[in-house]
């Protein structure tokens, strides 16, 4: 299975608090990679990383952060969280093999 | 990336052939036809890839035309298990791999 975790699975917050949201992998993968899923949308890549303090926008970055300080895992932060955050958040790890995405179980948020 | 255009919705009998179709006229020659599949509320789930030849795994057959303007995975006997939304979605095997994600076509697998 990759060795993909995301945690916490679950998080409802209020409007204006910050959120970090944590992918981790076990198999030393070195691209990593955030999307989010609303209804209506397909998925869309928020940030994705290429290395250890190595990373990128995604097409929906705004209001985002991340971090990659080691290898196995890869942080998300919503500063100040608002509604329109409401999402599942999936991360990804890109395998050696295939050079396919290798998908998380997901993170629902709510922002109330 | 290419854009891809796939029906919106799909049924197929239980235990027959599912065939899904994607048209993808402006991709370009390094790119490659990858099909994902997110099951529910799950990640999506990687199925199979190819360039030019067709492919088949374990899962799924691909059958890239020889233009490669579109393609058409198989499920070759579709259980109840398959129904999910079906992403078609070309890129280029180097560089970082920004998927972009359609709106897919939903399979229904009918009992």
């Known amino acids: 299975d990759a060795g993909i975790t995301q945690s916490p699975r679950h998080k409802v917050t209020e409007t204006g608090t910050p959120v970090t949201l944590r992918c981790h992998q076990t198999e030393n993968h070195r691209y990593m990679y955030w999307y989010r899923q609303d209804p209506g949308h397909g998925l869309r890549l928020i940030h994705y990383?290429?290395?250890?303090?190595?990373?990128d926008k995604g097409e929906v970055s705004d209001g985002y952060s991340v971090s990659r300080s080691k290898t196995e895992d890869f942080l998300l932060t919503l500063e100040s969280a608002t509604s329109s955050q409401t999402s599942v958040y999936f991360c990804a790890i890109r395998t050696r093999d295939r050079d396919e995405q290798y998908f998380g179980p997901g993170t629902r948020l709510t922002v109330t | 990336d290419a854009k891809t255009t796939q029906p919106t919705s799909m049924d197929c009998a239980e235990g027959r052939a599912a065939n899904l179709p994607c048209n993808h006229s402006?991709?370009?020659?390094?790119?490659?036809v990858y099909w994902y599949r997110q099951i529910h509320s799950q990640g999506p789930q990687y199925i199979i890839h190819?360039?030019?030849n067709n492919e088949t795994n374990e899962m799924a057959s691909l059958i890239i035309t020889e233009d490669r303007k579109s393609s058409t995975l198989i499920l070759p006997h579709a259980t109840l298990r398959d129904t999910a939304v079906y992403y078609c979605i070309a890129h280029p095997l180097q560089g970082a791999q920004k998927l972009v994600f359609g709106q897919g076509t939903r399979l229904t697998i009918n009992p």
């Open positions: 990383s290429y290395g250890v303090k190595d990373t």
């Open positions: 190819g360039l030019k």
């Open positions: 402006t991709i370009s020659g390094n790119e490659y």
